[in-house]
């Protein structure tokens, strides 16, 4: 009996090893992405696809409004979101963008989405983003992006920030202020307008939605010079934002806000399958130990 109950925990063992081996080998999700701005979207979308390896980058001009909800949620995994000067259908679009994120999509904002939103400088004529605005990770600092330059300062492990040592940006990034429920991965080495951390990089999940926000021009490339204007680990890091997107922005609970806007989203596929080989295991040694008694 003694043998068999061994028997049994040496299978259960095994099978926790191949489990915690195959969970800490799980890839990134392929996701397919959606790329919205009221310019530069063909050039930004062409640029990641051909420099961003595993995922699909398809471009939207969201100029005169948002693609109809159904097709993005039946098209794509995540969405890219920007703009290159405040457009008077961002409420609109902001609306669409914030109700696929509620269906469990995760959004990803970069420069300039900052000067459309309701608290951004007058001189843009900012028009709100609309329900958006209830889901982002950031404000505006009252300036917006500050055209000035930006280095990379503090980050925290994460998978957002793996592999992201150096990020430089001569004037197209920053300008932000963290919600109290985001989570900061990554700060500019320079202070925001009201002297405060300006993140660089943060998210915020509220129920199901998971909104990323990557704060320097992801069209930079269509309107600045690599290693001239902008550098460091540009692509690794928009990388990582679609790789976390790809994966529904799961992680550990390391910086987890403890407030209520913060949810822990359904866990991706490859976890689920090695929970239910875990749940196996330990289902098939309890058989194993009531057959025995008997």
């Known amino acids: 009996m003694q043998t068999l109950i061994s028997r049994s925990l040496r299978a259960a063992g095994l099978l926790l090893t191949v489990a915690s081996l195959a ?3 799980v890839p990134a999700g392929a996701a397919r992405v959606a790329v919205l701005s009221n310019k530069y979207f063909a050039e930004t979308a062409a640029d990641f696809n051909a420099k961003i390896p595993g995922h699909t980058f398809v471009p939207f001009n969201v100029a005169s409004g948002p693609p109809p909800l159904a097709a993005l949620t039946s098209q794509f995994d995540a969405l890219l979101l920007f703009e290159d000067t405040t457009f008077d259908q961002s409420p609109a ?12 999509r995760p959004v990803v904002l970069g420069t300039f989405y900052d000067q459309d939103r309701s608290d951004g400088p007058a ?12 889901l982002d990770p950031n404000t505006t600092d009252g300036v917006g992006t500050s055209y000035e330059a930006r280095s990379l300062g503090s980050t925290v492990p994460h998978p957002l920030t793996v592999g992201v040592s150096a990020l430089t940006a001569n004037k197209l990034a920053g300008g932000n202020q963290a919600k109290p429920s985001s989570i900061v991965v990554a700060t500019w ?24 926000h990557i704060a320097i021009a992801p069209d930079y490339p269509a309107v ?8 460091g680990d540009y692509y690794r890091l928009w990388r990582n934002a679609f790789d976390f997107a790809g994966n529904h922005c799961i992680t550990g609970t390391t910086n987890v806000p403890a407030n209520d806007a913060f949810a822990i989203p359904a866990a991706s596929a490859p976890a689920l399958a090695v929970a239910a080989l875990l749940l196996a295991a330990f289902g098939a040694l309890r058989l194993r130990r009531r057959t025995l008694r008997r």
């Open 189 to 212: 080495a320079q202070k925001n307008a009201k002297g405060n951390p300006d993140p660089a990089v943060a998210y915020r999940i509220t129920g199901t939605a998971c909104v990323i």
């Open 23 to 25: 969970l800490a080998s």
């Open 123 to 134: 001189e843009f004529n900012p028009h709100g983003w609309g329900d958006l605005e209830n």
């Open 224 to 231: 600045g010079v690599l290693n001239t204007d902008f550098g």
């Open 93 to 104: 679009v902001g609306a669409a963008v914030a109700a696929f994120a509620r269906s469990g």
